[in-house]
């Protein structure tokens, strides 16, 4: 007898299902975009429908530094040799500090580095150093490639190493790759094992090492770029170099005044209180350097939300291991928005003489403010809830003896890592080590690394026996559910879905989940997206519009986002304006005006960041979409001619001429790109699409295999080239290239369904089985399932 065959339930295609259309809104695909930190334009078009939710309430308020009486005319910058008369310790304190030397002029006093005539032989590049009379000057290869002479302009840093900023004409200050190690008193390279050249993005003569834009901003006080897009020059200025007082407190010449006249002026004459009983205001007073973080413009505004000038990252796995750890160079506010400290109302400098930069007090003495045999903060602003009656600095606690590692607090609550070759950072997320969690999320310990090998496994074991009588840790816990969620296991959507529930959750988290969002689309993720709308965190409701941007098309966005049109925040305000531009004049109704004043303030972003290949491919973008198609041609080779290495305006390039009947044109453009960078993966895979277009299949698949090779991490590569093997008939290797691609990037939603539709096809429906049930445990809520 003839066994049943087993019924293979099919998700319905894009093409068939509106499911699909709605939850997964298409980018129009001859648009190639990378725009400057996450920025996105969705360009597409697609079938409006009605909302599945209501529009969100009105946007919660949060308390933001409070600005001075409008009466009371700007401040101005002042000489800060002013301040030193009144704020006597605190100058002394700042007077030496790495704050004071951040930069100065390259002077015989200021130099460290030895320029005796000697030579640093890097890996690709030989670097010279010497000095002409009182000048200090180096001898390397320059953006062409060839040897040359340039001088030194200013210092930048004293410890653990100091780094150099060189003159290269028109204002542009760039920041050379190889430093000096104040320690072992070498010069060493930053990049070590790179093979950086002068063909190398990280090469000190390339926009990446722009100092101007890069740099400058965070060691000196006053800063602007002033850079002059028609001439392509920069005619950067400051008030002073080095961090000083108006760097953080802000232009000081009311403050002057009040001291005259001992008027009533808020905060003495200053646009904000330092001291505010609200931690945010001092914290996002340092995160403006100390956060990784793109600018929204030219310098920033004294009493603003930080995400009023600047647009800080989420957690990213580029940036943090998966329980929040450092691991790109991140600086310290990312890691302490996670920390329990920062939710009660720790601020950076409970911890730190801000004017010193040194600890307030040594050894443990910092965190034994809060964490002691009282069971209570000394700390008037802190939240001391929760707070246990322990001896922390004990051999019980520490399991560690005085004296040795291990025995402070940092060693184990604050591991680190070195950055810039020498520079040792200690993570601020303040963290409980646990080896035998570590190991199963691959993500680093205090434990394991002091204890590296074999005896690792001893101190898992014995870490298991000290914490066996530890109160059980939270359930479900964010790196738990991170693992899930990024490696596509099953109950990944679940555990997303019940991670953004949680009323606890820090901000950065909820953004940095709200980013992943739409990996697993389902009515109850745009429940949850929307219910953010009006979280209090700027970074939260920046993070769930983009996560709605990605699941509807705009018509359909278009209700829940227009609230944020009026977003207290520039960066959401920005960024929701961006994602209705497809819209604009049809679906916004009598929100047309702040939608227009909206777009109006990213446009100005745009241009305030003339400097960047990025910005002038965004501005680009935004003619395109709003009909100023004239201009569109010729930011795409402005973007160019700031960066000649930045693909994207490339390939954009090409796709805009060959759009427009410049067929000859585009070919050309993208062989001369090709030429000039044989590595690059988004040309060879630009390249293989042209081909498709032009029937030579043959080619083109030579070309999109290349982009595959020379990028295997890419998924869009990987599946532009699984789809076209299957169009040429090889279905079997089609398969072949979505398992591997599957397998490095399980969440790949579009190589999922593809390889479910191409077994089928191959009559190889036991695997289809398979792979739709897994689908089914990762997110049974997909609408393609239904």
Known sequence: MRKPTKKVVKPAPDSRSPSLTRYFYPVAATVLLLVLAGLWFFLGSSKPMPPLVP????????????????????????????CQGCHQQQAQDWQGSHHQ?????????????????????????????????????????????????????????????????????????????????????????????????FKNPLHWSKPSQNANFMCVECHTTGYKRNFDAATNTFNSQWNSLGVGCQACHGPASNHLEWTAKKTDLIHAGFAVDLKDKNATVEIETCARCHARRAPLGDGYTVGKRLMDDY???????????????????????????????????????????????????????????????????????????????????????????????????????????????????????????????????????????????????????????????????????????LWLIRSGQPGAADALYQQLQRSNLPAIQRATLLAELPLYPSEQALKLATKDLTHPAPQVRDLAARAISAFLPPAERAPLLIPLLKDPVKAVRIGVARDLLSVAGTALGNAEADWDSAIAEYEAVQNSLGERAEANLNLAMLYQASGRTTLVEPSLRTALLRDPDFYPALVTLVQWLGANGRADEAKAVLDQGLQAHPDAALLHHTQGLALIRSGNKTQALASLRKATELEPQSGQFGYVYAVALHDAGHVDQACQQLEALLKVQPTNRNARLSLIQFYLENGQEPKAQVLLQGWKKMNMGDPALK
């Open 101 to 197: 030397l951040a930069m100065q002029p390259a002077t015989a006093d200021t130099m460290l580095g030895d320029f005796d005539n000697v030579s640093f032989k890097g890996e690709t590049e030989t670097t010279r150093f010497l000095r002409k009379g009182n000048e200090f000057w180096v001898n390397t290869p320059g953006i062409d490639g060839k040897p040359a002479d340039f001088k030194v302009a200013y210092t930048f840093g004293i410890a653990p190493l100091q780094q150099y900023l060189i003159e290269v004409g028109e204002g542009r200050l760039q920041a050379l790759g190889v430093a000096w190690d104040t320690e072992k008193q070498r010069w060493f390279h930053l990049y070590p094992g790179q093979g950086v050249n």
């Open 311 to 481: 647009l800080p990252s989420v957690l990213t796995r580029e940036l943090y291991a998966l329980d929040g750890k450092i691991k790109d160079e991140v600086f310290e506010h990312g890691s302490f928005a996670q920390s329990k400290m920062f939710d009660k109302g720790v601020r950076c400098s409970n911890c730190h003489n801000p004017h010193s930069n040194q600890l307030k007090a040594p050894g443990n003495g910092v965190c034994l403010q809060c964490h002691n045999t009282a069971g209570k903060t000394a700390v008037e602003t802190v939240d001391g809830r929760g707070l246990q009656a322990k001896n922390y600095d004990s051999l019980e606690h520490t399991r560690h003896a005085p004296g040795q590692p291990g025995s402070q607090c940092i060693d184990c609550h604050m591991p680190g890592k070195f950055y810039m070759g020498n520079d040792f950072r200690h993570d601020h997320s303040f963290s409980i080590p646990n080896p035998e969690r570590a190991k199963k999320l691959g993500t680093p310990d205090a434990c394991l690394t002091c204890h590296q090998g074999k005896a690792g496994d001893k101190v898992t074991e014995q870490f298991k026996l000290w914490s066996a009588n530890s109160l059980p840790l939270e359930a479900p816990r964010y790196d738990d559910s």
């Open 55 to 82: 529009a969100p309430a009105p946007i919660a308020k949060v308390a933001a530094p409070a600005a001075l009486p409008a009466r009371q005319p700007p401040a101005t910058l002042v000489d800060e040799q002013q």
